[in-house]
């Protein structure tokens, strides 16, 4: 079992590659840290549900190419509009989407 506290390269080292990872906080209050940390190791082929829904973290990781599947509500950048690393992704078919009304 992993510590209970670790720091960020070691909680970024349990995600390996092709997991499924659930992503909280939309804009806000997203584990942005960790999202960076886990684009630095170069993470690939992750699938990623987003809890309700996605925004900036989505699009970050999206941009990076870490995520090839998503579980998703909606992804957008609240008042700014559509996510625009989702859309070219969605509209390129490079992502793999399972939308949940």
């Not at 886990?38 to 699938?47: A, C, E, H, T, Y």
């Not at 579980?71 to 008042?79: G, K, M, P, R, Y």
Request: aromatic share 6%.
């Amino acid at each position: 079992m992993p510590p209970v506290w670790t720091d960020l390269t070691r909680a970024a080292a349990m995600v390996k590659d092709g997991d499924l990872v659930a992503l909280g906080g939309h804009t806000r209050q997203a584990p942005m840290a960790l999202l960076r940390e886990l684009i630095r190791q170069g993470r690939r082929d992750l699938g990623a549900a987003t809890v309700p829904t996605g925004g900036l973290n989505v699009d970050l990781l999206i941009a990076a190419g870490a995520v090839s599947r998503l579980h998703f509500a909606q992804v957008s950048l609240e008042e700014y509009g559509l996510a625009p690393n989702f859309r070219r992704a969605m509209e390129q078919g490079r992502l793999a989407c399972f939308e949940y009304p």
